[in-house]
């Protein structure tokens, strides 16, 4: 159980174009969905925590309208990353949570933006 | 503070041996402690996780000890094995009670370790 899928598991895009990637919480109802960064050899960086149905929270440093964050159902979160330029190309990670601790991470989507 | 330290940064341990990684917190509203084994390429999973209530916990091959008083804890791999190479990320939380919703978890900056055979 807990299983957390992301798609796509790579994406390369052109700089300026937009990407979307989806969050899946696949046998149980997330109540939030965490968006995370990761740079190569660092450690994860939350980017924005999201719960269905209301607007995401962003860490400080994110920009709000450059990472669009969409949690429209208790299994599906978006995160939707506008004008990307090569900057912006990392490993993306989400997780799911039903409430209280527990965290189930997907197994992240690799952005390169040429 | 929010800070979670971690080391070491990387270790090397013979198969077999024992595989020690420690962290350490400043903010004593921290309950939740849970360490994550993420592999190249893929989402950290979570491998075992402790409260402060308890000094010690154990599943198969992994344990946590928990010290309160010195704001630390670690993670002990025993009998370590080549499969175990990966990338260890400690963590920590609070509860902040937002009517169910999950808590933030703040990562240690991991400990790349390689297990040789």
């Known amino acids: 159980g807990a299983v957390v899928s992301q798609h796509p598991s790579w994406v390369i895009c052109k700089s300026g174009t937009s990407v979307k990637i989806e969050c899946r919480s696949l046998d149980f109802q997330a109540t939030t969905m965490f968006w995370y960064r990761q740079f190569p050899k660092q450690s994860l960086m939350l980017m924005a925590t999201s719960n269905e149905g209301s607007k995401a929270t962003y860490e400080q440093g994110v920009e709000k309208d450059k990472f669009l964050i969409n949690h429209a159902s208790l299994t599906l979160s978006t995160l939707t990353v506008t004008s990307a330029h090569p900057e912006d190309s990392s490993f993306y990670i989400c997780s799911a949570s039903l409430s209280g601790d527990t965290q189930y991470f997907g197994p992240g989507t690799r952005l390169t933006v040429l | 503070q929010q800070q979670v330290k971690q080391s070491p940064q990387s270790l090397i341990v013979q198969k077999g041996g024992i595989s020690i990684i420690n962290c350490a917190y400043e903010?004593?509203?921290?309950?939740?402690f849970p360490w994550y084994q993420q592999f190249p390429g893929k989402g950290p999973a979570l491998l075992i996780a402790i409260r402060p209530d308890v000094s010690e916990k154990k599943e198969g091959r992994f344990t946590i000890s928990f010290n309160k008083s010195a704001k630390q804890f670690s993670l002990h791999i025993m009998d370590s094995q080549p499969g175990d190479s990966a990338t260890y990320f400690c963590?920590?939380?609070?509860?902040?009670?937002?009517?169910?919703?999950?808590?933030?978890?703040?990562f240690g900056t991991g400990t790349l370790l390689a297990v040789q055979p």
């Open positions: 903010n004593t509203a921290f309950d939740y």
């Open positions: 963590a920590a939380s609070m509860t902040m009670n937002y009517g169910g919703a999950t808590n933030k978890l703040i």
